[in-house]
């Protein structure tokens, strides 16, 4: 398989290269979390973002989307 130049930085970069980058996202949690993730790496590297995940995700899992997306509304309205 050709990777990309920055999969080889670590073993958790090339599992996400080989197995999510570039993968279409259906499940509206899928697009959550990438946008969440995205959002969050504003500033730090990729792989940073990576190995917090896990974090993300238990702090995000109690949250439902609805709820989030009201909230950002209110956010934005104000």
Not at 39 to 53: D, H, M, N, Y
Not at 62 to 78: C, E, G, P, Q, V
């Given at each position: 398989?050709?990777?990309?130049?920055?999969?080889?930085?670590?073993?958790?970069m090339?599992v996400?290269?080989?197995?999510?980058?570039?993968?279409?996202?259906?499940?509206?949690?899928?697009l959550?979390?990438?946008?969440?993730?995205?959002?969050?790496?504003?500033?730090?590297s990729?792989?940073?973002?990576?190995?917090?995940?896990e974090?993300?995700?238990?702090?995000?899992?109690?949250l439902m989307?609805?709820?989030?997306?009201?909230?950002?509304?209110k956010?934005?309205k104000?």
């Amino acid at each position: 398989m050709k990777r990309c130049a920055w999969a080889s930085d670590s073993a958790e970069m090339l599992v996400y290269h080989d197995k999510e980058w570039g993968v279409p996202k259906k499940k509206v949690s899928e697009l959550f979390e990438c946008l969440t993730l995205e959002i969050f790496q504003a500033g730090l590297s990729w792989s940073t973002v990576l190995r917090k995940r896990e974090a993300f995700r238990d702090d995000f899992s109690t949250l439902m989307l609805k709820k989030l997306a009201s909230l950002m509304m209110k956010i934005l309205k104000d």
